[in-house]
T-cell receptor, first 114, second 109 residues
Framework: DGGITQSPKYLFRKEGQNVTLSCEQN?????MYWYRQDPGQGLRLIYY???????QKGDIAEGYSVSREKKESFPLTVTSAQKNPTAFYLC?????????????FGDGTRLSIL | GQNIDQPTEMTATEGAIVQINCTYQ??????LFWYQQHAGEAPTFLSY????GLEEKGRFSSFLSRSKGYSYLLLKELQMKDSASYLC??????????FGSGTKLNVKP
């Protein structure tokens, strides 16, 4: 079955620590996205990538970093510079750049501070 | 970001029909998408509109007016399992999706 796999499902971060959230897709999609969702809120865009080795900042990129070395993978690192990281993180993908197809979502990673 | 506006919360009765509205800024618009999200879970795709008019998919329908920057999601024959948040998302300039804050729908017996 094709889909998006996010891991881990739950993650705890100590102060001053960087943590990396994994996102892998086997849908052969070109575009991938990272969103943050706070309780009772919609999704806010952190970073997106439309092609391998290229990515763009979203609206709330500060304190986060990404890489896109392979088409299938788009990991997100939450750095120690992100002072309020507690949230639900969602990875999504769409088939092609410049298409208006809906996004597919992973099951999410819930990040908390220890 | 773009302003995607939808009501915060709505309540409806099992078996009834409910309409959830969404308004958005029209400049750069490429498509509007509706997702359902149960608490603690990922959004699941329901429906999308690119052109004006009504799209029907079973108990769910979505309407779009591009000139008015307006859409609605219509849910018919409400069931208890329809209790969830409904997210309106707009694709701008073919590269960014902006989401509303979601409408929490409470279905009561």
């Amino acid at each position: 079955d094709g889909g998006i796999t996010q891991s881990p499902k739950y993650l705890f971060r100590k102060e001053g620590q960087n943590v990396t959230l994994s996102c892998e897709q086997n849908l052969n999609h070109d575009a991938m996205y990272w969103y943050r969702q706070d309780p009772g809120q919609g999704l806010r865009l952190i970073y997106y990538s439309q092609i391998v080795n290229d990515f763009q900042k979203g609206d709330i990129a500060e304190g986060y970093s990404v890489s896109r070395e392979k088409k299938e993978s788009f990991p997100l690192t939450v750095t120690s510079a992100q002072k309020n990281p507690t949230a639900f993180y969602l990875c999504a993908s769409t088939r092609a750049v410049y298409s208006n197809q809906p996004q597919h979502f992973g099951d999410g990673t819930r990040l908390s501070i220890l | 970001g773009q302003n995607i506006d939808q009501p915060t919360e709505m309540t409806a009765t099992e078996g009834a029909i409910v309409q959830i509205n969404c308004t958005y800024q029209t400049s750069g618009f490429n498509g509007l998408f509706w997702y359902q999200q149960h608490a603690g879970e990922a959004p699941t795709f329901l429906s999308y509109n690119v052109l004006d008019g009504l799209e029907e998919k079973g108990r769910f329908s979505s309407f779009l007016s591009r000139s008015k920057g307006y859409s609605y999601l219509l849910l018919k024959e409400l069931q208890m399992k329809d209790s969830a948040s409904y997210l309106c998302a707009v694709l701008y300039n073919f590269n960014k999706f902006y989401f509303g804050s979601g409408t929490k729908l409470n279905v009561k017996p």
